[in-house]
């Protein structure tokens, strides 16, 4: 997998992801009336997708069908994980905190964050 997605290729991801499985037009259709690209633009980011292991292309029928191999948390994770290694070398710190100043939380979440600390903190202990 490479270093992340580019802005076109997450748009095409979030319509593949949304429908589970998408051809070149399904993603089309989606995204020509926001964004105004060409079919073969979509075509040619969908093969690099497949070739970068992010799609799996099924060549099965006339329209090929491309579904994800890998899930959207799992893609997220991977993308926070190299910001957190290669752009702040490794400190946690400012991700966290751009996440808990950019997001608004009800108090449901708060507590989520609580005992995802407390989990943490419970291993540190060990």
């Known amino acids: 997998m490479g270093s992340g997605l580019g802005e076109l290729e997450a748009d095409i991801m979030n319509v593949v992801w949304r429908l589970g499985g998408a051809s070149v037009k399904d993603v089309f259709e989606e995204l020509y009336p926001t964004k105004r690209l060409a079919y073969t633009t979509i075509m040619t980011v969908m093969s690099r ?5 992010i799609l799996k292309q099924d060549r099965s029928n006339t329209a090929y ?9 799992e893609m997220a994770n991977t993308m ?26 009800d108090e449901a979440e708060i507590e989520k964050i609580k005992k995802a600390i ?9």
């Open 49 to 53: 997708l497949a070739n970068k292991g």
């Open 65 to 73: 069908m491309y579904t994800p191999k890998i899930d959207q948390q």
């Open 80 to 105: 926070i994980s190299q910001v957190i290694d290669k752009v702040l070398g490794g400190d946690v710190m400012p991700a966290l905190t751009f996440l808990l100043q950019r997001s608004e939380m």
């Open 118 to 126: 407390n989990k943490k903190k419970g291993l540190l202990k060990k």
